[in-house]
């Protein structure tokens, strides 16, 4: 299979950058999933879906919005009522999850190559993405698993927290380089490492 | 004898020094000083040249209530104007000037102004500015002349050319509890917050927290305010919801308890850290705030009180505690009030000779005689100071008996020497948050203040925000506002021991002594009490009127040493209490905020791109690329020397006589999905759908409600229930939120998905005659002849090992193929046909080439859907399907709309073989000298190759009848005039045989 270019060209410069005084305050990298598929239930319908994503992805969505969940290799969360962002590190989820989803429940939408996946990790990621959304990002108020759909500046994004200290977003993909170049900038104060 | 340093005492690391310079000279000070008390360390007392007459002006508060000792600050080449030195912290090579002076503060050609006062008066510009109504200049612009003078004679620092290379940015932050201020009132509110569990974030725009407890001499639990604050502080700093904000001025309060804050990094620094941004502007979203933000004093009104030397006494006291520096070596003080007598005596202690107190009031209380007694000097009682001697820097004062319930002054004026003259008028808490977030403040008789109104937003007021002077008091009332915000109960420990002077900050009722000279109420602006009078007597009853007229609290400061002041004197020229006056309401920022912070990241850094998946491509072989929106297209791969026309004209060239390749990623694409996608887009489309089979795409129109034309594109029918819908590449958001408006509240009832797809897919047209034969060299699982791949066919297969989905569809007018693939994929897709197309001599084509293509064939885009335009305009009144409703059926046959004068799409072609420019005039009667009576306009051109001809397409009124007639284009600003001839807009093969093909 052919690999799909990134789209952060040479804007993506592994080592560390930034401030060398503060140490590595977040870690940035892209996650490169597989599969970013978008499922969408109709009003009624968003328990069968979530059994439907859960069938074909093993994947156990809480009912609610905003909730979410995380496995090994693959995640997924709410962007909006009944609508689901599921992601998995292979190829593939997409066809799984349309197999499980009649079109009486909802509908499938293939995003693997519209949407990139950054991550952001380390003990001051909560302040560098605060520069940038208006959400609150601390734990009490974004739990693990989590996700939310926000905008910054002119640039959708989905934000899924995958760990006490880690956030994968996902934007997309013509603004990624763009993006990802500020997301470096407002980085830089703290000192990151690019992976 | 002047203002010095003291021999001991204050704040400040008196082991470091730090040198800086102002106005070209350099001075050493100590690290905590600002560049006021540095200043004044050094004797330097005059620092400023006033608005309008160019008065020499000294530093009269020690905070960000300064009006009068504003700077400039210079980092290289920026500056930035109008800071108050009693704000600026100050480093080693720290570079700051005095402003509104020529050629320098010490000699300055403006104090002429001085000389022409009564000219300058209230409503000066409003008068001035009006131009001559009589006389021999009546009618002329000779004003207009004169106002560029009159303005450079008047007004604060000039701002900078020099781009601003710091960086800036913007923060979120949410909190159950926001503390503004850090006084012993905000440092208990913090604490009685933190304690019960809720995350908290305490501003302070200064750099130490601590608030009065730095100067206030007073102990606190048996040790000194200042070590009581730091501890506090230290305390605070070690708990782990608790996020304190030095440096942060919290500027604004808005609706659903949002704050604006802004917090100053490293102003104070020489060097900014990688990164580190100069402002931060906080955005705090706050369960509960407390405001805990103080009482700013205010002077008293008389004549000369401007001279530099003349200070607030609760400045002169911090200056003497906080930075130990001494104002003055001989200090008189003059107050209405208690608080002052505090001041007398920390001067002294110092080391400053209190030459003498005069108070305006008869009796003081025992606790401030006690005070005088320890200060030393002459008690003045019942007396008045009538006026100042010295120029730019005090000298003496004049003194006389006072009545203050009959205003009289008796008795001969007494000379008293003095450098220093300490003035108090009495407090007024700094309520301009509690005034944004609600209603009219509240004014108290007895502390002749205004004091906060109701809330009408979740905060609280502590300390002398809301009235409550003493240290106790503000300890008290923090604790209990901290507790309530943080929904806990009020602890029940004991309130700590505070030993101060018992003094009552109340003052007595007096604003103004009125004696002869000019008396400063807004030094700002150089506002007198007489401009106030003026005014009154001119007919300006509203104080928001006076404010406007007399310019009264504008400006930098917002009139925080001004307004009450101002409030009483017109109060009094109107016979009228101050309640009943009135004051105007708060508005931010309460202090300034440079722009910068505002702008953030939006200046300079982020600029929204969105680049194509095939960008780099583009680059790396010699696109030229242009701006269409936020996206980055190639306008031409230009060969070496080749001039834009050239390069375009060979591209085209190229394609209809062989095979190009264009990047079409930029279309907008929406997956349109459910068992009612078909019916929706019958709905939102003027032409049917439903009728369309799988792996077929149609074109369609969408009307917006009105009945003009909004969007084009094709659709493709993808399964039964799934269609892509492709939009223009300028309209695609606008399509995608006209699409989730019609869905989420019109007809909810529709089960129809839709999702961004644009950035999923990789497109590519293959356009020309030779673009078959490249693509079956290429293509893998499937035919592509006219059988298996018809016009606006659709078949799946593969291009190098990858996925694709070919449309056969033309926006040039030549046999062609729209290729999609997934995004990630899009470069090596591209290399394959480019390497199929060699043998064919394929060329890549940009935006230009495909627009010259476009308009020999006639297409529209959204140069003539502009918004203006309906379907018949465009001749594009056969996809008004007559068989079901659609979204503008019902209106797009009013009157208006099919008017036979309306403009309609033509076409154009240059007759004096020159280009044509889009947004050229078309008229009947060419007059360059007088262009008018345009008939239409051009809406895009280019050079025609297969015309050998300079063509447009244009919206022209009365269209088709035209065709074959002839007129003008009219284009003044570009100097462009010539005939043309109006002809159809189909150029280049209209019967299509050429697609078709």
Not at chain 1, 156 to 180: H, K, M, N
Not at chain 2, 641 to 659: I, M, P
Request: aromatic share 8%; glycine share 12%; charged share 20%.
């Amino acid at each position: 299979m052919v690999e799909p270019v990134s789209p952060l060209g040479p804007a993506h410069r592994p080592g560390r950058h930034g401030n060398p005084a503060s140490g590595i305050g977040v870690t940035l990298s892209e996650t490169r999933p597989g599969s970013i598929v978008e499922a969408a239930g109709w009003p009624g319908a968003e328990k069968a879906l979530i059994a439907a994503i859960r069938k074909a992805t093993g994947l156990a969505l809480p009912d609610g919005a905003g909730g979410g969940t995380t496995a090994k290799s693959r995640s997924a969360f709410g962007i909006a009522p009944g609508k689901f962002l599921i992601v998995d590190q292979a190829e593939g989820a997409a066809e799984a999850l349309r197999a499980e989803i009649p079109i009486e429940t909802g509908t499938v939408t293939d995003l693997s190559h519209g949407r990139t996946a950054l991550r952001i990790a380390g003990p001051k990621a909560e302040w560098v993405l605060a520069k940038f959304y208006a959400l609150d990002f601390s734990l009490p108020a974004f739990p693990v698993s989590a996700g939310r759909a926000t905008v910054h500046h002119d640039i959708f994004t989905q934000i899924q927290r995958t760990g006490e200290d880690q956030f994968d977003l996902y934007v997309f993909r013509s603004f990624a380089r763009g993006f990802w170049t500020t997301l470096c900038h407002g980085a830089e104060e703290v000192g990151y490492e690019v992976r | 004898m002047s203002a010095g340093r003291a021999p001991s005492g204050g704040r400040i690391d008196r082991a470091r020094s730090i040198r800086f310079t102002f106005d070209g000279r350099s001075y050493s000070g100590h690290a905590g000083d600002t560049l006021a008390s540095a200043l004044l360390a050094n004797g330097v007392s005059m620092v400023a040249r006033s608005f309008k007459y160019h008065r020499p002006r000294g530093v009269l508060s020690a905070g960000v209530d300064e009006p009068s000792a504003l700077v400039t600050v210079l980092r290289g080449k920026v500056r930035e104007p109008n800071v108050p030195a009693t704000q600026i912290e100050i480093f080693d090579g720290l570079v700051t000037e005095s402003q509104n002076r020529f050629p320098s503060l010490d000699f300055d050609f403006g104090a002429m102004n001085s000389l022409a006062g009564d000219l300058f008066s209230a409503g000066f510009y409003y008068k001035t500015f009006m131009g001559p109504v009589i006389g021999p200049l009546r009618g002329t612009r000779f004003w207009m002349f004169c106002e560029w003078f009159i303005r450079r004679a008047a007004g604060l620092g000039r701002a900078g050319h020099e781009r601003d290379p710091a960086r800036y940015e913007r923060m979120n932050a949410f909190c159950d509890v926001l503390v503004v201020g850090s006084g012993p009132a905000g440092l208990a509110a913090a604490k009685a917050a933190a304690v019960g569990g809720k995350r908290v974030i305490l501003a302070e725009q200064e750099p130490v927290l601590g608030g009065s407890a730095k100067w206030s001499g007073e102990t606190i639990d048996g040790i000194e305010a200042a070590e009581w604050a730091s501890a506090r502080e230290a305390e605070l700093a070690g708990m782990p919801d608790v996020r304190l904000l030095p440096r942060t001025a919290v500027w604004g309060y808005y609706d659903g308890n949002t704050l604006a804050a802004l917090e100053r990094v490293n102003d104070h620094k020489a060097d900014a850290a990688p990164g580190e941004p100069r402002h931060r502007h906080w955005t705090i979203r706050a369960g509960a705030v407390v405001l805990a933000t103080g009482a700013f004093e205010r002077p008293l009104v008389f004549p000369g009180n401007d001279v530099p030397g003349v200070m607030l006494a609760g400045a002169a006291e911090r200056y003497a505690v906080e930075y130990g520096v001494l104002p003055g070596r001989r200090i008189v003080l003059f107050t209405n009030n208690d608080s002052t007598y505090r001041a007398a005596a920390a001067l002294r202690r110092a080391g400053a000779a209190i030459a003498a107190i005069i108070d305006a009031r008869r009796e003081i209380s025992a606790g401030a005689r006690q005070l005088a007694q320890e200060a030393g000097g002459e008690l003045l009682t019942g007396h008045a100071v009538v006026a100042t001697s010295g120029r730019k820097a005090l000298s003496g004062i004049s003194v006389q008996r006072y009545d203050a319930a009959s205003e009289v002054l008796s008795g001969e004026p007494r000379q008293i020497e003095a450098d220093c003259l300490a003035v108090s008028g009495g407090w007024s808490p700094a309520i301009h948050l509690a005034s944004q977030a609600g209603q009219a403040p509240q004014w108290d008789e007895r502390l002749q203040a205004f004091l906060p109104p109701k809330p009408t937003q979740n905060w609280i007021g502590a300390g002398a925000f809301d009235g409550a002077f003493t240290t106790r008091e503000t300890i008290a009332e923090g604790t209990a506002a901290g507790a309530t915000a943080a929904g806990a109960r009020a602890s029940r420990a004991k309130p700590p021991e505070v030993e101060a002077p018992e003094l009552d900050a109340a003052p007595a009722p007096i604003f103004e002594i009125k004696a002869k000279g000019k008396a400063f109420v807004d030094l700002q602006h150089d506002v007198t009490a007489e401009d106030v009078r003026l005014a009154h007597r001119e007919g300006f009853v509203s104080v928001e009127h006076l404010k406007r007229y007399t310019t009264l609290g504008m400006a930098t400061d917002q009139g925080k040493t001004s307004n009450v002041p101002g409030l009483a004197i017109m109060a009094d020229a109107a016979g009228k209490s101050i309640p009943e006056v009135g004051t105007t309401r708060f508005r931010p920022p309460f202090s300034s905020v440079p722009l910068g912070a505002l702008a953030a990241e939006r200046h300079g850094d982020l600029k929204p791109e969105r680049l194509t998946p095939m960008h780099d491509w583009h680059v790396e072989n010699g696109a030229r690329m242009y701006t269409a929106g936020l996206w980055l297209r190639p306008q031409i791969y230009g060969l070496p020397g080749e001039t834009v026309e050239q390069a375009y004209v060979r591209e085209t060239r190229t394609v209809r006589d062989g095979v190009g390749i264009v990047d079409v990623s930029t279309l907008g694409k929406i997956a349109v999905q459910g068992p009612d996608a078909a019916e929706f887009l019958d709905r939102v489309y003027t032409n049917l759908f439903s009728t369309l089979p799988v792996n077929k795409a149609r074109y369609g129109l969408m009307l917006r409600e009105e009945g003009i034309a909004f969007d084009d594109g094709t659709t493709w029918r993808l399964a039964e229930h799934e269609f892509l819908m492709t939009t223009t590449t300028a309209n695609a958001g606008k399509v995608m939120q006209h699409l989730e408006y019609y869905l989420d509240t019109v007809w909810p009832e529709l089960r129809v998905h839709v999702a961004s797809v644009t950035d999923q897919w990789a497109g590519a047209a293959l356009s020309g005659p030779k673009s078959r034969e490249v693509l079956a060299a290429c293509m893998k699982g499937t035919a592509v002849g006219d059988d298996a791949l018809p016009f606006m066919g659709i078949v799946h297969g593969e291009i190098a090992d990858v996925p694709v989905t070919v449309c056969r569809l033309s926006f040039s007018g030549e046999l062609a193929y729209e290729i999609y693939c997934g995004a990630g994929h899009g470069i090596h897709v591209w290399e394959a046909l480019m390497e199929a197309g060699e043998p064919f001599g394929i060329v890549p084509y940009g935006l230009e080439a495909l627009g010259t293509m476009r308009i020999e064939k006639g297409h529209v885009t959204g140069a003539e859907i502009d918004g203006r335009t309906t379907a018949r305009d465009l001749h594009l009144d056969w996809m008004l399907s007559k068989r079901k409703p659609f979204i503008g059926s019902a209106m797009m046959d009013r009157e208006g709309l099919v008017a036979p004068d309306r403009i309609q799409l033509v076409g154009v072609v240059s007759l004096d073989n020159r280009a044509l420019n889009g947004g050229a005039h078309i008229v009947e009667e060419l007059d360059p000298e007088n262009p008018r009576g345009s008939v239409g306009h051009v809406t895009a051109a280019c050079y025609s190759p297969v015309l050998g001809k300079y063509i447009g397409l244009a919206l022209v009124k009365g269209g088709k009848a035209r065709h074959g007639t002839r007129a003008h284009v009219s284009d003044p600003l570009r100097k462009r005039f010539g005939p043309v001839e109006i002809v159809s807009h189909h150029f280049f093969d209209p019967e299509g045989s050429r697609m078709h093909g």
